[in-house]
């Protein structure tokens, strides 16, 4: 769990550079964006500064990194190319499978190459029932993981989560004065 201090810090680092692209019209609400940032983070920027845990996918022609992730499927049998491998499958209490999986990411230069190409991602056409409510942080986080087109994450509770994360992100700006 982050600190007070790290999640002002993270909200202080990517807020401005989220609000920056939103307002040149290339983006998403920053508060979604620092929200969203900051839960597939744990609130810490990371080495890697893929903010938002946008995996390798089939497009990917740059660099890539390894790590552990949690991810949930209606499935107990999924299965990932390699080098990806699972290291452990849960049934959960609502039917759904909890895995454990080493999952290649994507390795950006910096922040604004990943707000970039975050920002590409959610204007695929999976996305579009959201896109119009790109402007509401709220809605557009119910809208990306709900059950028209496709599914930004495979949590349970990422709607609910998201929810939280955009009130604390909106609390810090508000008492930064960001």
Same mark, same amino acid.
């Not at 744990?42 to 992730?69: A, E, M, P």
């Not at 959201?130 to 949590?155: H, K, L, N, Q």
């Given at each position: 769990?982050?600190?007070?201090?790290?999640?002002?810090?993270?909200?202080?680092?990517?807020?401005?550079?989220?609000?920056?692209?939103?307002?040149?019209?290339?983006?998403?609400?920053?508060?979604?964006?620092?929200?969203?940032?900051?839960?597939?983070?744990?609130?810490?920027?990371?080495?890697?500064?893929?903010?938002?845990?946008?995996?390798?996918?089939?497009?990917?022609?740059?660099?890539?990194?390894?790590?552990?992730?949690?991810? =949930?499927? @209606?499935?107990?049998? *999924?299965?990932? /190319?390699?080098?990806? &491998?699972? $290291?452990?499958?849960q049934e959960?209490?609502?039917?759904?499978?909890?895995?454990?999986?080493?999952?290649?990411?994507?390795?950006?230069?910096?922040?604004?190459?990943?707000?970039?190409?975050?920002?590409?991602?959610?204007?695929?056409?999976?996305?579009?029932?959201?896109?119009?409510?790109?402007?509401?942080?709220?809605?557009?986080?119910?809208?990306?993981?709900?059950t028209i087109?496709?599914?930004?994450?495979?949590?349970?509770? =990422?709607? @609910?989560?998201?929810? *939280?994360?955009? /009130?604390?992100v909106e &609390?810090? $700006?508000?008492?930064?004065?960001?």
């Amino acid at each position: 769990m982050a600190t007070v201090n790290e999640i002002i810090s993270f909200v202080e680092a990517v807020y401005p550079a989220a609000k920056k692209k939103y307002e040149s019209g290339k983006g998403v609400h920053p508060l979604f964006v620092t929200a969203q940032a900051g839960l597939e983070r744990g609130w810490r920027t990371g080495q890697q500064n893929n903010l938002f845990g946008i995996t390798k996918g089939s497009g990917w022609t740059g660099k890539t990194q390894l790590s552990l992730t949690t991810e =949930y499927f @209606d499935t107990g049998n *999924k299965t990932f /190319n390699l080098p990806e &491998k699972i $290291v452990n499958i849960q049934e959960t209490a609502k039917g759904n499978y909890k895995y454990s999986v080493w999952r290649l990411f994507r390795v950006y230069d910096g922040m604004e190459s990943c707000l970039e190409d975050h920002f590409k991602l959610l204007q695929k056409p999976g996305y579009a029932d959201a896109w119009p409510f790109r402007d509401d942080p709220r809605e557009y986080a119910r809208r990306i993981v709900d059950t028209i087109g496709a599914r930004y994450a495979t949590a349970p509770d =990422y709607a @609910d989560a998201m929810t *939280k994360c955009i /009130n604390m992100v909106e &609390k810090y $700006v508000k008492k930064l004065g960001l």
